[in-house]
């Protein structure tokens, strides 16, 4: 099984509004990610998660807040965002040990829009 | 700074015409190389992992090659569902967890 959970597919937010993307997996991973990706782009480095300690932030706006509740589990809190961060949110996982494969295993994808 | 570059952009090919995609890298000290597959509006779907020259991996239509410079991908016979935008990605040694984008190839093959 190498699958991410998303949720939401798609959302649709107001500029004052707040609200939480959500990402799950069941492989044992221990490095979880964030990344954001524009139309047309590759994915950018957001977040990462390393054994649920915040060990990478690729100086993201504080209107971004990620939380890592357990090894499962990913969310990103979403305050106050702008029209330009309307982007696809992807999550990923991937293997944390020495030695083992370090390939990263990414979910489908939240679709976000900022009105 | 660790650069990947992807070529051609863009690529259409006939079904069943056989073709390559590169990447060429520059990283200090290469830990792994990535192929990634990505549907529109979808995460992408891994592929490969290549970590040192020489080292070749093959899944259907599909073989990856690495030297110390670049990769490629091979693509034997196309079919339609093959399209979609390949991405490359490397890994520096002392860096487990960042990945480095290329900006992709967007396969298109025709029936």
């Known amino acids: 099984d190498t699958e991410v959970t998303q949720t939401p597919k798609h959302l649709v937010m107001g500029m004052t509004n707040k609200k939480s993307l959500k990402c799950e997996q069941h492989m044992g991973h221990r490095a979880m990610y964030w990344y954001k990706q524009k139309a047309k782009k590759p994915p950018e480095l957001m977040f990462v998660y390393s054994y649920e300690k915040l060990s990478i932030n690729e100086s993201v706006p504080s209107r971004f807040s990620p939380e890592c509740p357990n090894s499962s589990l990913l969310n990103l809190h979403l305050h106050a965002l702008q029209p330009e961060d309307s982007a696809l949110y992807l999550c990923?996982?991937?293997?944390?040990?020495?030695?083992?494969?370090?390939?990263?295993?990414f979910g489908q994808g939240t679709r976000l829009t900022v009105v | 700074e660790d650069q990947v570059t992807q070529s051609p952009e863009a690529l259409r090919l006939q079904e069943g015409e056989s073709s390559s995609l590169n990447c060429s890298y520059t990283?200090?000290?290469?830990?792994?190389l990535f192929w990634y597959r990505q549907d529109p509006g979808k995460g992408p779907e891994f592929l490969f992992t290549l970590y040192s020259a020489g080292e070749e991996k093959e899944k259907e239509r599909l073989k990856a090659t690495l030297t110390k410079k670049e990769s490629f991908l091979h693509i034997t016979a196309p079919k339609p569902e093959d399209s979609a935008t390949y991405l490359c990605a490397v890994q520096r040694a002392g860096s487990a967890r960042q990945l480095t984008f290329g900006s992709g190839t967007q396969l298109t093959v025709l029936p």
């Open positions: 990923a996982s991937s293997q944390e040990k020495r030695g083992k494969n370090t390939e990263a295993f």
């Open positions: 990283v200090s000290g290469l830990r792994g």
